[in-house]
């Protein structure tokens, strides 16, 4: 599901976690190799995590679906931190992670 429009470091990110299954797995080497790309730096600080039921909330807000207070009651969040990740999701700067309970 690598996309295009991803920076060269998301895309080497994203292969080592379809390939190790997570980023914890990666074995020491292969992270030694991801910090010496010139752009890692900057991919951490600019990116946003969000989880898979946090993203898909939000996107309901997004949509009109649902509330925006509504939504931060569900997620036990307030809505500047709501505010946050839609203006991540909008500028395509935030990636995915898995949720705690899955």
């Given at each position: 599901m690598a996309s295009k429009n991803w920076p060269k470091e998301l895309e080497v990110i994203h292969k080592?976690?379809?390939r190790y299954g997570s980023m914890d797995n990666v074995p020491?080497?292969?992270?030694?190799?991801l910090h010496k790309m010139p752009g890692i730096k900057t991919v951490s600080g600019d990116y946003t995590e969000i989880t898979r039921t946090q993203y898909n909330a939000i996107k309901l807000v997004m949509?009109?679906?649902q509330g925006k207070t509504r939504t931060s009651r569900g997620l036990k969040?307030?809505?500047?931190w709501i505010d946050r990740r839609i203006?991540?999701?909008d500028e395509n700067?935030?990636?995915i992670t898995e949720d705690e309970n899955a």
């Open positions: 080592l976690e379809a020491p080497s292969k992270l030694a190799n949509e009109g679906k969040r307030s809505n500047s203006r991540a999701i700067k935030y990636y």
